[in-house]
């Protein structure tokens, strides 16, 4: 099953990136990961670190490739994270968002799991096609009906490494088809692009660098306070995966000669 990805990982105007991305894959599975380092308490950082590379260490090594595998590497994330806070009293409280897709390349399947705000997105034949839910104060009052109550999105209630802790939520397993997109990212990314935005972009492209160049242009040229981290993925032939290019997308994206 022909895959290809990208990703960035920059700083925005914080005093420091404690954004993690990362990517592992084989013939036989791929695993794609963001961790955003909770702001506001020590070691976020490190936190993020911790738990990219224990998740994509534990993809490697496990023979197997299953939900309740990539489960199971989630847990021992929480584990391997929460003996180090033990570790260091100035890190006591260190934690981080998760965003992870994982890609089952012989069976052509996908799942992903996340905790806190980073999202993961589906796209197909151009389309959104469904979304994670943000562990976040703002979302549960979204949910409830009520609208722009000034809250701060960054209110979480769940992330790895906090107390009490709480699992991280997984997707169905989807069957693949030829033109899926996924979009992984932190919320300094999503924070800046509407889901409409993000598809006018990928109608416009013909790669997948393409599409996260596209979308992350956009981002600079809005207001970027946060740290900007994505990962795209493009299964099978990307011209499966986009529509017509339009001159309205074509506005919102490319800059004015005049």
């Not at 980073?118 to 034949?125: A, E, I, K, L, N």
């Not at 939520?169 to 935005?197: K, M, P, R, Y």
């Amino acid at each position: 099953m022909k895959m290809m990805f990208a990703s960035r990982c920059q700083q925005g105007m914080r005093d420091e990136n404690q954004d993690r991305t990362g990517a592992q894959l084989d013939d036989r599975k791929a695993c794609f990961v963001v961790c955003d380092g909770v702001a506001g308490l020590p070691g976020g950082d490190r936190a993020a670190q911790l738990v990219r590379d224990t998740l994509l260490d534990a993809v490697q090594q496990d023979a197997a490739f299953t939900p309740a595998v990539t489960a199971e590497a989630i847990k021992l994330c929480q584990r391997v994270l929460l003996e180090e806070q033990g570790k260091n009293p100035n890190f006591s409280r260190m934690s981080t968002t998760l965003a992870a897709l994982f890609i089952d390349r012989e069976k052509q399947r996908a799942w992903w799991a996340h905790a806190g705000d980073s999202r993961v997105y589906h796209f197909r034949h151009g389309s959104l096609f469904q979304v994670t839910r943000d562990h976040s104060l703002a979302q549960q009052l979204r949910e409830a009906g009520y609208e722009n109550t000034g809250i701060n999105s960054n209110l979480l209630y769940n992330a790895l490494g906090v107390e009490p802790a709480r699992p991280a939520t997984f997707s169905e397993v989807i069957a693949l088809e030829d033109g899926d997109a996924f979009l992984v990212c932190t919320d300094g990314f999503w924070l800046n692009l509407t889901t409409d935005e993000m598809e006018q972009a990928l109608r416009m492209v013909n790669a997948c660098e393409e599409w996260l160049a596209l979308m992350e242009q956009a981002v600079n040229r809005s207001v970027k306070s946060d740290n900007l981290s994505a990962l795209a993925i493009w299964i099978g032939e990307p011209q499966e995966a986009t529509l017509l290019y339009s001159q309205a997308d074509a506005a919102r994206f490319l800059p004015s000669r005049y």
